[in-house]
Structure formats: structure tokens, C-alpha cells
């Protein structure tokens, strides 16, 4: 069920294009380890949601990548220069937004914008137009003059946002970005992730599963530690497929009628109106019974697939794996 | 890069009212202890006067001036260190520093810089008291300046101390009485007695006082240099523990 071979196995031809490559990466607090041999790589013009619950070692990636800590074993490539030989070139290949904006508040957002590109080695000259073009993809320019301590904290985010796409890194690392805003920010902040996925990697932590179905091509899940699942949204439908329906009819008919239709595993009453029919994968009797419904007049008025939700495919993963 | 950084931490200082505020309460203390020791010169001056080698006004008012600041800015230097490292660990701006594209030697040079420059306003500042005797009487131009040189650097010795213990906590305040302690130590390490032990040579005061005579002793100027390039080698080691460290 977890493929996760085709995923890390990349080819010569595909490495040009892989712009984070995690091999291997180890990291323990004392004697707990939150990371374990965590590999996985990031292709340019993807999204990757990364997933997982409180404590699975979600941020510690996120810090390890971003350079804010260094891993015990195993190796971070950056846009083809490893973390640790050429911190620099590395890091300038990079846009992280932590957890917890790294904001001074006594600073107006413009001058904590031109602040940030001097530090990413924006030349001079460029740096107002790159300030203004960061203020645009979130909607900051009203606020440029403004004491960032006085704004609230949506736009306290969105600060910290621009502050990681200034310098239009080939990377984007972010870490939980719609906390503290309102849904159209949120609405908003998806649309630029997306957006920001067309021409640059970005990784996205967070545990708000719609916001990775919304804004993600492809969804990692980890869980203490190590990954659970690396597959892409198309291949998540093969997981989240249906397998079973539920049925209503004003006259139900005896189960074992339904149990004779091709592809029917077993199919259980609830003593009410409802029928839960189980099916094999890649045979749908909903056609069949819709005309055998008609045929004898049960009265059908719902018939509904049972989609495994992601979040239901969430929790499988992660509980399955701790208790073992 | 590093003057970046240092730009901002200078411009950080002038937006808090701390800056300000040091640079008065010095400035209003210094004053005073200047006015009383012209004071004392004048009640002096008869017997001076009778003296075949008396002492000038230079070491007795400018020297006593300068070994005064140097107790004053002992107090301070804490206050404006303090926040370099420990406030930036405090409110997560660290990690901004962390992942741009920049050395920790950078990130350190840059924040020693920008306190240095803070203080050079504020020496500039005190060497304007001797400076204004000038108006009155003439001053022996080759110690006030072998006196500054002195001051500034055992400033330079100071702000590296409380760099480094700034990189050591999270809680300013931690870090500001750590390193009041720390350089009273150093201050006080030529109490320990006999005139010659390695202790005594270790006082930032010992090495201190030949300055303010207007003796300029190279090895005095190696043993603060050597001084500052260990604390900020301490500090960027500890900066870059920070990611091993949990």
C-alpha cells in the first residue's frame, strides 16, 4: 500500500530538476529520536504537504532543511549544494518561514522587509522592487509603513511570509502558514502556494488536512519520526477509493438479493432503510442496483459511496504505525 | 553583510528608549564626577603649586575621569549586550538569521560591530569633558588620547564578554547579571594579592591603568585584543552549538 521505492529511486535524468534531496536524516533530542532515517526529495514546480501529528518530527524536518539545526546523521542537498559543505550557496537557494514568525517588532514592515533582503543578498538597487513585489503576493502594501508589533496577527504571518519569498528562493519551506489568519487569508494564502509551486519547491508542514488536498501535488506523512506515506494527491484517490455503499430504499428488499449482483462481497441491514453493500475493488454495482430498484419498485432515494477521507486514511496511518 | 547586521542592531538601540537612556544617565553621571574632580584640583592646586613634579591636570582630572567611566561603563555594558543574542533566541528571530545565507562569524562580527559603534558615540561623548578644558588651560594631548584608547578598549573587552554570555541564554536579564559578574571578576582578579601571579595579570584593571598614566604599552593593547578574539571565537562556537544542541 505504501510505495514508497518509486518515490526516492530518482533517476539521473529526473536529479536535475530535484532541488531538496534528504538522505538518510537522524536527529535526537537526548534519548528520544525525533527524526529517523528520513529520506525524500523535492522536485522543482511541486508541492509537497508534509503531514503528520503533534510531536511526529514534522518541525524538526523543517528546521533541519532550513539550516536552524543540524542533523546527527545523514545529508541535506540544496538546489545541488549540501547543507553543511556550502552553507551559503545552500541557504541563499532558500525561503523558510519557522513556526513562530521571526519578526522585529519595532520595525516598520518595510524597513523589516528591506532588512531581510540585505541579509539574503538582494543587491541594492533591487531591493525595493523586490520588497514590493514580496508586499503584492500577500497582500501587504497598505500596512508598508506600519509598525509590525501593531498588526494583528494574520498580518503578523503574512510578514513572515514575504520575509521567505523575498529573494525568490528555488526553495520555500514553510511551516504551518495559515495559523492565525481569517478563511479568506486562507483562501488567499493557498492560492499563493500554488502559485509559488509553479516555478519553485515548496514544502508545506502542516496538520490542516483540506489545506494540503487544496494546495498540494503530492503528501508525505510522517510518524515518529519516520515516513508512513509518499505518494502523489492522484495516487492518494487509489487509497481514499470507495469500496463500499450505502443504500436507502423506502422497501428495502432481503440482502441476499443484493448479494447475488456481480462483485458484491457481503451486505449488511441496519434493520432500518439503510444497506451497507461491500464491493470488490474495480467493480461498482451502483448501475445494477439503481435498475434492479426501479425494476421492482423499492423506492430508492440515496445511494452514496463511502470514500475513505484522507483524514480517516490519517489516522489509520498514524495510529496503525505507533502502536507497533 | 556583517555591517548590515550591525546597522540594524545600532538602529535597533536607537529605536528602544535604552539607548537614549544610557547614553544620558552616563553622560549626567560622568558630569558630575568630572565637576568634582576639577573641584578637587582646584583645592589642591596651592600645594601642587609647591611641588617640583607635581602632576598636571591631565592625570589628575582626565585620568581620574577616564578610570571613573571605565567603573560607570562597567555597569552598562551589560545592559546593552544583554539582548544581542538571548532576545533574538527569546523571540525566534534567530532563526532568520540562521537560514540566510550567512556565517555565524558574520552574524557575531556583525552584532559586536554594531554595539562598538554605539559605544564610540558614547566614548565620543565622555572625551568631549577633557576636550572642553581645553578652553581654560592646555591638556596633555598624548595621554587623553593614550586614555581613550585605553577606554575604548577596555570596552571592546567588555561588549565581547557579554556577547558571549549572551549566546549562552535565552533570558536577557540572565545574561546581563552573568556578565556584570563576569567582569567585576576579571575587574577584581588583582585583589587576589601578591603583585605578580597569573591572576593579577588577567585583571582587565591592571592593564587598564597604564593607559590612563599615558604610558601605551603594546603588550597591554595584545593582552585586550587577544581578549576580544577569544570571546568572540567563544561565541560564534556556541552560535554554531546551537544547532547541534537540542
Same mark, same amino acid.
Given at each position: 500500500?505504501?510505495?514508497?521505492?518509486?518515490?526516492?529511486?530518482?533517476?539521473?535524468?529526473?536529479?536535475?530538476?530535484?532541488?531538496?534531496?534528504?538522505?538518510?536524516?537522524?536527529?535526537?533530542?537526548?534519548?528520544?529520536?525525533?527524526?529517523?532515517?528520513?529520506?525524500?526529495?523535492?522536485?522543482?514546480?511541486?508541492?509537497?504537504?508534509?503531514?503528520?501529528?503533534?510531536?511526529?518530527?514534522?518541525?524538526?524536518?523543517?528546521?533541519?532543511?532550513?539550516?536552524?539545526?543540524?542533523?546527527?546523521?545523514?545529508?541535506?542537498?540544496?538546489?545541488?549544494?549540501?547543507?553543511?559543505?556550502?552553507?551559503?550557496?545552500?541557504?541563499?537557494?532558500?525561503?523558510?518561514?519557522?513556526?513562530?514568525?521571526?519578526?522585529?517588532? !519595532?520595525?516598520?514592515?518595510? &524597513?523589516?522587509?528591506?532588512?531581510?533582503?540585505?541579509?539574503?543578498?538582494?543587491?541594492?538597487?533591487?531591493?525595493?522592487?523586490?520588497?514590493?513585489?514580496?508586499? !503584492?503576493?500577500?497582500?501587504?502594501?497598505?500596512?508598508?509603513?506600519?509598525?509590525?508589533?501593531?498588526?494583528?496577527?494574520?498580518?503578523?504571518?503574512?510578514?513572515?511570509?514575504?520575509?521567505?519569498?523575498?529573494?525568490?528562493?528555488?526553495?520555500?519551506?514553510?511551516?504551518?502558514?495559515?495559523?492565525?489568519?481569517?478563511?479568506?487569508?486562507?483562501? &488567499?494564502?493557498?492560492?499563493?502556494?500554488?502559485?509559488?509551486?509553479?516555478?519553485?519547491?515548496?514544502?508545506?508542514?502542516?496538520?490542516?488536512?483540506?489545506?494540503?488536498?487544496?494546495?498540494?501535488?503530492?503528501?508525505?506523512?510522517?510518524?515518529?519520526?519516520?515516513?508512513?506515506?509518499?505518494?502523489?494527491?492522484?495516487?492518494?484517490?487509489?487509497?481514499?477509493?470507495?469500496?463500499?455503499?450505502?443504500?436507502?430504499?423506502?422497501?428495502?428488499?432481503?440482502?441476499?438479493?443484493?448479494?447475488?449482483?456481480?462483485?458484491?462481497?457481503?451486505?449488511?441491514?441496519?434493520?432500518?432503510?439503510?444497506?451497507?453493500?461491500?464491493?470488490?475493488?474495480?467493480?461498482?454495482?451502483?448501475? &445494477?442496483?439503481?435498475?434492479?430498484?426501479?425494476?421492482?419498485?423499492?423506492?430508492?432515494?440515496?445511494?452514496?459511496?463511502?470514500?475513505?477521507?484522507?483524514?480517516?486514511?490519517?489516522?489509520?496511518?498514524?495510529?496503525?504505525?505507533?502502536?507497533? | 553583510?556583517?555591517?548590515?547586521?550591525?546597522? +540594524?542592531?545600532?538602529?535597533? #538601540?536607537?529605536?528602544?528608549?535604552?539607548?537614549?537612556? /544610557?547614553?544620558?544617565?552616563?553622560?549626567? /553621571?560622568?558630569?558630575?564626577? %568630572?565637576?568634582?574632580? /576639577?573641584?578637587?584640583?582646584?583645592?589642591?592646586?596651592?600645594?601642587?603649586?609647591?611641588?617640583?613634579?607635581?602632576?598636571?591636570?591631565?592625570?589628575?582630572?582626565? @585620568? +581620574?575621569?577616564?578610570?571613573?567611566?571605565?567603573?560607570?561603563?562597567?555597569?552598562?555594558?551589560?545592559?546593552?549586550?544583554?539582548?544581542?543574542?538571548?532576545?533574538?533566541?527569546?523571540? +525566534?528571530?534567530?532563526?532568520?538569521?540562521?537560514?540566510?545565507?550567512?556565517?555565524?562569524?558574520?552574524?557575531?562580527? @556583525?552584532?559586536?560591530?554594531?554595539?562598538?559603534? =554605539?559605544?564610540?558615540?558614547?566614548?565620543?561623548?565622555?572625551?568631549?569633558?577633557? #576636550?572642553?578644558?581645553?578652553?581654560?588651560?592646555?591638556?596633555?594631548?598624548?595621554?587623553?588620547?593614550?586614555?581613550?584608547?585605553?577606554?575604548?578598549?577596555?570596552?571592546?573587552? =567588555?561588549?565581547?564578554?557579554?556577547?558571549? /554570555?549572551?549566546?549562552?541564554?535565552?533570558?536577557?536579564?540572565?545574561?546581563?547579571?552573568?556578565? =556584570?559578574?563576569?567582569?567585576?571578576? %576579571?575587574?577584581?582578579?588583582?585583589?587576589?594579592?601578591?603583585?605578580?601571579?597569573? #591572576?593579577?595579570?588577567?585583571?582587565? #584593571?591592571?592593564? $587598564?591603568?597604564?593607559?590612563?598614566?599615558?604610558?601605551?604599552?603594546?603588550?597591554?593593547?595584545?593582552? $585586550?585584543?587577544?581578549?576580544?578574539?577569544? %570571546?568572540?571565537?567563544?561565541?560564534?562556537?556556541?552560535?554554531?552549538?546551537?544547532?547541534? @544542541?537540542?
Amino acid at each position: 500500500m505504501l510505495d514508497q521505492s518509486t518515490e526516492l529511486q530518482s533517476s539521473p535524468a529526473q536529479n536535475a530538476d530535484v532541488l531538496v534531496d534528504v538522505k538518510d536524516v537522524s536527529r535526537s533530542y537526548g534519548n528520544i529520536r525525533a527524526v529517523k532515517n528520513l529520506s525524500f526529495s523535492i522536485r522543482k514546480g511541486e508541492v509537497l504537504g508534509f503531514l503528520g501529528p503533534n510531536g511526529a518530527g514534522k518541525t524538526t524536518t523543517m528546521q533541519i532543511i532550513s539550516g536552524n539545526l543540524a542533523a546527527d546523521e545523514g545529508s541535506v542537498t540544496i538546489a545541488g549544494h549540501d547543507l553543511l559543505q556550502q552553507p551559503k550557496a545552500a541557504k541563499a537557494a532558500l525561503g523558510y518561514l519557522p513556526e513562530q514568525p521571526p519578526l522585529y517588532r !519595532e520595525l516598520t514592515v518595510n &524597513e523589516y522587509l528591506d532588512y531581510c533582503a540585505a541579509l539574503n543578498r538582494i543587491a541594492r538597487k533591487q531591493r525595493k522592487e523586490a520588497r514590493e513585489r514580496a508586499k !503584492e503576493s500577500t497582500g501587504l502594501l497598505d500596512v508598508g509603513g506600519r509598525l509590525i508589533a501593531n498588526l494583528s496577527k494574520g498580518f503578523q504571518q503574512r510578514v513572515a511570509l514575504a520575509q521567505a519569498i523575498i529573494h525568490s528562493p528555488p526553495v520555500i519551506i514553510l511551516d504551518e502558514p495559515t495559523i492565525g489568519l481569517d478563511p479568506i487569508q486562507i483562501r &488567499e494564502t493557498r492560492g499563493l502556494i500554488r502559485e509559488l509551486g509553479k516555478d519553485h519547491g515548496v514544502i508545506l508542514s502542516t496538520h490542516i488536512l483540506p489545506e494540503v488536498q487544496a494546495s498540494c501535488d503530492r503528501v508525505q506523512i510522517i510518524n515518529n519520526g519516520s515516513l508512513v506515506l509518499n505518494e502523489t494527491i492522484d495516487g492518494l484517490a487509489k487509497h481514499m477509493r470507495s469500496l463500499s455503499l450505502t443504500v436507502a430504499f423506502r422497501r428495502p428488499p432481503a440482502p441476499a438479493q443484493l448479494e447475488q449482483l456481480p462483485g458484491v462481497t457481503a451486505v449488511q441491514s441496519d434493520g432500518n432503510q439503510h444497506l451497507q453493500v461491500l464491493h470488490h475493488p474495480g467493480s461498482d454495482p451502483t448501475e &445494477e442496483i439503481v435498475r434492479l430498484a426501479t425494476q421492482h419498485d423499492w423506492g430508492l432515494y440515496e445511494i452514496q459511496p463511502l470514500g475513505v477521507s484522507l483524514e480517516e486514511l490519517f489516522v489509520e496511518l498514524t495510529s496503525e504505525k505507533s502502536q507497533t | 553583510m556583517i555591517f548590515t547586521i550591525a546597522w +540594524r542592531e545600532l538602529k535597533g #538601540l536607537f529605536l528602544s528608549p535604552l539607548a537614549w537612556a /544610557i547614553l544620558a544617565v552616563v553622560q549626567v /553621571i560622568l558630569a558630575f564626577l %568630572f565637576l568634582s574632580h /576639577i573641584e578637587g584640583y582646584l583645592l589642591l592646586q596651592p600645594q601642587l603649586a609647591a611641588l617640583r613634579h607635581a602632576p598636571g591636570v591631565t592625570e589628575l582630572v582626565v @585620568g +581620574r575621569l577616564f578610570a571613573s567611566a571605565a567603573i560607570v561603563l562597567l555597569l552598562v555594558t551589560p545592559l546593552l549586550t544583554m539582548r544581542l543574542i538571548s532576545e533574538e533566541r527569546r523571540s +525566534r528571530t534567530l532563526s532568520l538569521l540562521f537560514s540566510a545565507p550567512l556565517s555565524m562569524t558574520e552574524i557575531i562580527l @556583525g552584532k559586536y560591530l554594531g554595539i562598538m559603534v =554605539f559605544l564610540t558615540v558614547l566614548l565620543f561623548l565622555i572625551a568631549l569633558m577633557p #576636550l572642553s578644558l581645553l578652553m581654560v588651560t592646555s591638556l596633555d594631548g598624548g595621554m587623553v588620547a593614550s586614555g581613550l584608547v585605553g577606554l575604548a578598549l577596555l570596552l571592546a573587552a =567588555f561588549v565581547a564578554v557579554g556577547l558571549f /554570555i549572551s549566546t549562552l541564554t535565552q533570558y536577557p536579564g540572565v545574561a546581563a547579571i552573568s556578565t =556584570f559578574g563576569v567582569l567585576l571578576l %576579571f575587574w577584581l582578579l588583582d585583589w587576589s594579592g601578591k603583585e605578580d601571579n597569573l #591572576l593579577a595579570y588577567l585583571s582587565l #584593571l591592571n592593564h $587598564y591603568e597604564p593607559f590612563l598614566r599615558g604610558v601605551f604599552d603594546s603588550a597591554n593593547a595584545v593582552y $585586550y585584543l587577544l581578549f576580544v578574539v577569544a %570571546f568572540l571565537v567563544l561565541s560564534v562556537r556556541r552560535l554554531d552549538a546551537d544547532r547541534l @544542541g537540542g
